[in-house]
């Protein structure tokens, strides 16, 4: 066992201002500025200090180091991959729902 291994979970429901989120990911709030300049993030709110992120912008955000870091992709190529990999996740939700539907149509 690994006794490095952390593991933390996240309210879905749960709000996050900037200062939670760059603490949450050990960022700086520069860094999540230019990820709400492409895209990659959308926070509630006006001004910095309304910001509040849901937490699955807590996932794209260390998507988005590891793309950098370990892939070496710029930006506006995160962002693109990040595009990608949400509609690969629609279109596995579509399908599933689909061979769902379709097996109930077979026992009928």
């Not at 939670?20 to 999540?32: D, G, K, S, T």
């Amino acid at each position: 066992m690994n006794p490095d291994l952390q593991c933390t979970f996240f309210d879905d429901d749960c709000h996050y201002s900037l200062r939670e989120l760059c603490n949450v990911c050990n960022v700086h709030a520069q860094f999540i500025q230019e990820l709400i300049d492409e895209g990659i993030l959308s926070p509630q709110g006006q001004k910095p200090q309304e910001w509040r992120f849901r937490a699955v912008e807590i996932k794209r955000i260390q998507v988005s180091i590891r793309l950098q870091k370990d892939l070496r992709i710029n930006l506006p190529g995160t962002a693109l991959a990040l595009d990608l990999l949400d509609e690969i996740a629609r279109l596995r939700q579509s399908k599933s729902r689909l061979e769902q539907l379709y097996s109930l149509e077979e026992q009928g």
